[in-house]
């Protein structure tokens, strides 16, 4: 530990860490949305696998988000990953 | 991507900050969690109605009834109709149908049982508390919610533990480091795990 705190303070703060929990939920969502739009079958076939994978894809965006070095990176990060969703929404 | 050095603060920070505001609601739902499992036995105590003593060999005298209850009570039609037996989640026998109002027989006597004025306030206002019902709106969601967070701590955990332990490998690999330091923090987060693990094994058998 003392190695670590001798390292120099992370930028880490508030606003990275709200856009990281927002745009992963957001993400998540629309992942699951165009996972949907991807599968076949009856509504429930369809729903079922976004609706489970729901929570892991919150944690896996999370800390996606979270290893950004600012706060460019996570809004780069959130436009890029909702606009190819909503290409593959769109165009499925 | 991020510098491996400013991974572990990152994770680290976050672990704490998201773990404080989850445990602050978990902690609400657990605690009313562990008295939901004498729920059964609320109702029971809650309810007038159940209070006798059953039968250690039940010997159900309800077919010589059943037909004439049927009849009386309009359940005779095309509709199945559910009996519940007396159970210690309640020891009244019930009958009850599809668009019609339950039946409930005292099994000791044959009775029905008027029960309009029996509320189940207590059993329910904690089962209330644990769900997160009591917040209004967004109580459920938000027991959701502090659900990913659970999966998010669990997995941050993890990856801060694997972090750490491969800094302090590669620390002693250098020589810069004492002998059982990796081991410790593996032991320490394998903690509660092993917890759980220990609390189900009578339940393996």
Redesign the interface.
Same mark, same amino acid.
């Given at each position: 530990m003392s190695? =670590?705190s001798q390292?120099p303070k992370?930028v @880490?703060g508030w606003a990275h860490?709200v856009l990281?929990i927002v745009g992963a939920f957001g993400l998540a969502y629309l992942c699951g949305t165009s996972l949907s739009a991807l599968l076949w079958g009856d509504m429930a076939e369809r729903i079922f696998p976004s609706m489970f994978l729901?929570? #892991?894809l919150?944690?896996g965006f /999370?800390?996606w988000l =979270?290893?950004? &070095?600012n706060l460019l990176h996570v809004t780069l990060k959130i436009v890029l990953m909702a606009l190819l969703n909503a290409c593959i929404i769109a165009f499925v | 991507? =991020?510098a491996k050095? #400013?991974?572990? &603060?990152? #994770?680290h920070?976050?672990h704490t @900050?998201i773990g404080l505001v989850v445990l602050f609601l978990f902690y609400m739902s657990t605690y009313f969690g562990t008295l939901t499992f004498f729920m059964p036995y609320l109702k029971v105590w809650e309810s007038p109605s159940r209070h006798f003593v059953p039968l250690a060999e039940h010997a159900f005298n309800i077919d010589l009834l059943l037909g004439e209850l049927l009849e009386k009570q309009h359940l005779l039609s095309s509709k199945p109709v559910d009996i519940t037996l007396p159970s210690f989640r309640d020891p009244l026998l019930k009958l009850s149908s599809e668009s019609q109002n339950s039946l409930y027989l005292n099994p000791l006597t044959n009775e029905v049982i008027k029960l309009s004025k029996e509320e189940n306030l207590i059993s329910t206002f904690f089962n209330e508390l644990h769900t997160g019902v009591v917040i209004p709106l967004i109580g459920m969601p938000l027991m959701g919610i502090m659900? @990913?967070g659970i999966?998010?701590l669990t =997995? /941050?955990g993890f /990856?801060s533990t694997f972090i750490s332990t491969r800094r302090r490998r590669d620390?002693k690999r250098a020589g810069k480091a004492g002998g059982f330091r990796g081991i410790k923090s593996w032991g320490l987060g394998s903690f509660p795990t092993r917890l759980c693990l220990l609390a189900r094994e009578p339940f393996w058998a």
């Open positions: 190695r =670590l390292e992370t @880490i860490g990281a729901f929570p #892991l919150v944690c /999370g800390f =979270l290893f950004s &070095k | 991507m =991020l050095s #400013l991974r572990f &603060k990152f #994770l920070r976050s @900050i659900s @990913i999966v998010f =997995l /941050g /990856g620390q």
